[in-house]
Structure formats: structure tokens, C-alpha cells
């Protein structure tokens, strides 16, 4: 299994109603996307972050499934301008030694088929995870 990992804290500009329309976009990808095995949205708590979202995949095929799902493309699309500062990683019970690796390509893979998606986390003023310059 992959876990994959989303840590947000929105800009102070970031009004009620966009701050809930990106919570419920997360929580539509989990609804949608038939890679996703489970998932969870909601407040971070005990971090530097505001809300996370965590979304269960079975291996690479359905974490590369996961992130050019349609709906993964609309929650960058409606949620990518509001981060501060975005923490995206992924945890395994894969003992892999390259899976790291692999999980970057397919970030580098999924970046290269839609660049709006790479140009909108490269004005995240604070991004730390796979998919640029890795």
C-alpha cells in the first residue's frame, strides 16, 4: 500500500467558501477515483499545518491512477492558488529501495503531460514533495 500525503496551510487571503470548496474537491477524489482505496480529509492536528488529506493506494499503477484522475486535476486546479505551504509525500510498507524514485518519476511523468499542474505548485510560496526539479 501507498499512502499518499497532503499537508496544507492556506493563505490568510483564503476566504470560507474557497477554504471549503478545496476541502470537498479532496474529498470528491476519494469518492471518485476507483484507485483509492480509502481516504481522509480534514484538519492537521499536532503540525504546522492547517488541514491534510490522505488518500490509500494499492501500488504505483494506482498512485500514478490517482494523480491524473480528473478529479486530482480539479483540486489543483481550485485549490493550488490558496496554499502558504504544501507538504505532499507518500509513506509504503513497500520495501523497495527505489520506490522513492519511482514515486518521483511518476510525479515528473504526471508534470510532463499537464505543465499548467507543475507551473501552478511552482507558485506555491513554500512546496516541499516529488514532481519539481527532483
Known amino acids: 500500500m501507498i499512502y499518499h500525503i497532503n499537508r496544507a496551510t492556506l493563505k490568510a487571503t483564503a476566504t470560507p467558501e474557497q477554504i471549503e470548496e478545496a476541502l470537498e474537491s479532496w474529498r470528491n477524489q476519494g469518492r471518485s477515483n476507483p484507485a483509492v482505496k480509502s481516504f481522509l480529509v480534514g484538519r492537521d492536528h499536532g503540525g504546522d ?4 488529506a490522505v488518500f490509500a493506494v494499492e501500488d504505483l499503477d494506482g498512485l500514478f491512477a490517482y494523480l491524473t484522475h480528473p478529479s486530482t486535476y480539479e483540486t489543483d486546479r481550485i485549490g493550488l492558488h490558496l496554499a502558504e505551504r504544501l507538504d505532499i509525500f507518500d509513506v509504503s510498507d513497500d520495501d523497495d529501495p527505489e520506490l522513492y524514485s519511482k514515486i518521483q518519476e ?3 511523468r504526471r ?3 499537464n505543465p499548467d ?3 501552478k505548485i511552482a507558485e506555491v510560496p513554500t512546496y516541499v514533495g516529488a514532481g519539481l526539479d527532483d
Open 111 to 113: 508534470n510532463e503531460h
Open 49 to 52: 499545518f492547517e488541514y491534510s
Open 106 to 108: 511518476l510525479h515528473r
Open 117 to 119: 499542474v507543475a507551473a
